[in-house]
């Protein structure tokens, strides 16, 4: 798990200040983010999926909310059990003190004053809160705050209606992605990248919704206890290749970004990526 601030816009390439400022002073008020193009009130305690953590690629189309650090004593309440979250919307996990939240458009939720929850009326000391335009609102917990959100906040409620998708349809696309990193690499050589680049792209979106899902199966087991489950087996199987192509898209990312493009690297890397998803794909079929 990471620690809190190691995935910040602090330490993110795109906050405006270079290249990343690996020990982000809280006071710092300067950095802009260059893709969500707004002004980063605390570096340290701010994040997204764009961050290169989440992002080996460097997409510079926005993934998801932005997200805020909340202490996790407001994680008080479950989840209402009918949410399914698809992947862009699953909290990004930091270390243990801190829960993230999602912005509502661009104004930062935050730990604040006494007030009455707006989505189930108790009365607390201390809450979660909003300050809007011409309105102050006030939330018990990060649940009832994130359910609010997905319903009112105009990002979170595409996204409510988005269903994620079963393993069984993740794994169907994961079968394609061969031939079309073998399609992209055909044209490298001409100089040219979209392809590739576009079949890199789709792995790291299924990379994404994969883990997501199974992450979501974990904490099922967690709660439930289930016995038919063999978790450290189960673990295994999601580390070990998943993580393989996560590390090789951060490689062949970085390589696809040079100016001078070194085809052999490019091709390893490529061949790399092919074969953990062959490795993958077996052993889901074996399970
Ligand atoms: S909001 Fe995201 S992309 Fe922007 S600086 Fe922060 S982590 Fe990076
Ligand atoms: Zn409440």
Redesign the pocket.
Known sequence: MLKDGE??????????SGNGNNHPSKDRKD?F????R?V?QE?SK??????PFR?PLWMRK?RGP?WAAIHISFDSKPLRGDIKLPAEVVPPQGEGNYFRIPYYSLVRPARGEAGVCVVCGEAKEESVVLLLERDKKFFCSTAHYFEWWLQTDPRGVTYQKRIPLGTDALNCRFKTVPEKLAEGMSVLEDGENEWLMEALIEVDELLLELRNGKIELMHDFLEKEDPELDLPRFWENLSYYLQEIQNELTVVGDLLRHEKMDYQEITRSVNNITRSVGGYLRQEWRN
């Open positions: 995935d910040c816009c602090g330490t993110c390439p795109f906050n405006g950095l983010c260059e893709i969500r707004f980063i570096p701010t994040y997204c999926n764009n961050h992002n926005a932005i």
